[in-house]
């Protein structure tokens, strides 16, 4: 009878066993959540290119991803926004959702292949300090080295992290988007 109850209890003996020694991740987003209260949407004083002030709230109402780098644009700033402009891509009919954004954290010309090659990407200059005090990053990286997500009402919400994989990122946006879809 002992032997009887032992199997009958197994199923349960086990998923307590799991679940408080083994404790495996349940985690399945990979870019790192980022509670919005602790950084809220501040005015960075960013314009256009053509000079035009305009701020991160004029695109409320979509998806942001975000990206910050200077105008000289390394090889890791050009791969964020091939990245950025494929994985609005990949979401096919959902794309009109997504807004690219680069915030230039100075007042360097751009070169005028990298605007063309990227046009659809909206380019703002802002304040390079107000950026660094406002995006939060992990240890041992600095605020270049992420790619963002703001939400559709305007809270920063998500941070990828260094040379982040696209592939993962694009199941993050999926999940995203598919969540928040209206009807």
Sequence with gaps: MFAVILICASPIIASYFTYYVIKPESRTNYGAFIDPREHPLPQLGSSTLEGKPTEL?????????????????????????????????????EMDRIERVWLIADNKPLDTMLIREYDGTRMLRANAERIK???????????????????????????????ADANKIKKDLYKLLKASAIG
Aim: hydrophobic share 40%.
């Design 133 to 163: 005090a406002w995006l939060p990053v992990e240890d041992g990286t600095t605020v270049f080295d992420h790619i963002y997500m703001i939400d559709p009402l305007g809270n920063l919400m998500m941070r990828f992290p260094k040379d």
């Design 57 to 93: 709230d004029a695109y409320k109402g979509k998806w942001i991803m975000l990206q910050v780098a200077n105008a000289d644009c390394t090889e890791a700033c050009t791969k964020k926004l091939h990245d950025m402009r494929q994985l609005r891509l990949a979401q096919g009919k």
